[in-house]
């Protein structure tokens, strides 16, 4: 059985019955054998023996509390928003080093808590009139004391995609990656936009090509901080390349022979592949074959 995506698969019950019933949800937390998510800011904290560590929902603690959902076992497991002083970086790659020890459902689970708790630490005031919020469906929300505006958790769609030429496809690196790292291109659906809309224009203003037949391959939510990676494919109309070198600092067409060294970590590889929890891996992986 293929692995799942990474971030995807986690089994807890997302209880929305639960948050909107106060009565529930306050019942969820006095449920002795309710568990809290440890964090260090918004990165996990291994347990004992690797994986998330879960501790006794503590009563006494003030600290605002999320419903991630319930177990199998009908168990409450929440998160807590992080407390004085405690820093919120979205970009720590700490956690990098902390995510192979999660299995595929625990890595699941702490993306999303994690995208909870940096929105959470992001959203602390009203967009509309500027007065603090408040937590309310169970943690799924913010509501304005002031003008009753509600808030809600966003998920940023970004498209990332394969472009395909004459048995080759297209790879690039941003001045950020280590070297020899190269990836699928990707980039932010804009309003106004279909999803393939956005990936003939992200090809076309990173790589200067022309695609069509863009199609859908797969999806992944993305916790850094809150995205949802679109998987595509599309047809380059030619091999020609016109990086904008403020996004792109190379790109190359590659073979499959070539994406097959590289998944495989030959040294003699052209690239360094992405690595397994980034979709960018599966999609290379699907069209390698």
């Given at each position: 059985m293929?692995?799942?995506?990474?971030?995807?698969?986690?089994?807890?019950?997302?209880?929305?019955?639960?948050?909107?019933?106060?009565?529930?949800?306050?019942?969820?937390?006095?449920?002795?054998?309710?568990?809290?998510?440890?964090?260090?800011?918004?990165?996990?904290?291994?347990?004992?023996?690797?994986g998330l560590r879960w501790e006794p929902f503590d009563p006494a603690d003030d600290r605002e509390v999320i419903l991630l959902g319930l177990d199998e076992a009908g168990v409450p497991h929440f998160v807590r928003e992080p407390g004085p002083g405690q820093r919120i970086d979205a970009r720590s790659r700490t956690v990098m080093r902390l995510l192979p020890l999660l299995s595929p459902e625990e890595a699941a689970l702490y993306g999303g808590a994690r995208?909870?708790?940096?929105?959470?630490?992001?959203h602390r005031f009203c967009a509309v009139c500027g007065t603090p919020t408040s937590l309310f469906r169970g943690g799924w929300g913010r509501q304005c004391s002031a003008c009753g505006a509600?808030?809600?958790?966003?998920?940023?769609?970004?498209?990332?995609?394969l472009a395909e030429f004459e048995e080759r496809v297209l790879v690039g690196r941003q001045p950020g990656f280590q070297p020899g790292f190269f990836s699928a291109l990707a980039g932010f659906v804009e309003p106004g936009e279909s999803l393939e809309e956005a990936v003939a224009r992200e090809l076309f203003e990173e790589a200067g090509i022309r695609v069509t037949d863009v199609s859908y391959v797969a999806s992944?939510?993305?916790?850094?901080?809150?995205s949802l990676m679109i998987g595509c494919r599309a047809r380059?109309?030619?091999?020609?390349?016109?990086?904008?070198?403020?996004?792109?600092?190379?790109?190359?067409?590659?073979?499959?022979?070539?994406?097959?060294?590289?998944?495989?970590g030959d040294m003699g590889a052209p690239f360094m592949a992405p690595p397994p929890l980034a979709i960018a891996r599966h999609l290379l992986e699907e069209w390698a074959g």
């Open positions: 293929a692995m799942p995506l990474g971030f995807t698969g986690a089994r807890l019950d997302r209880a929305d019955q639960v948050r909107v019933d106060a009565e529930r949800f306050a019942a969820a937390m006095a449920d002795p054998r309710a568990l809290c998510l440890a964090l260090d800011g918004i990165d996990p904290i291994p347990g004992e023996r690797g995208s909870l708790v940096d929105w959470h630490a992001r509600e808030h809600f958790p966003r998920v940023d769609p970004v498209v990332i995609m992944q939510p993305w916790p850094f901080p809150s380059a109309l030619g091999p020609a390349l016109t990086l904008d070198t403020t996004e792109i600092e190379a790109a190359m067409w590659v073979d499959r022979a070539e994406v097959r060294a590289a998944l495989a």
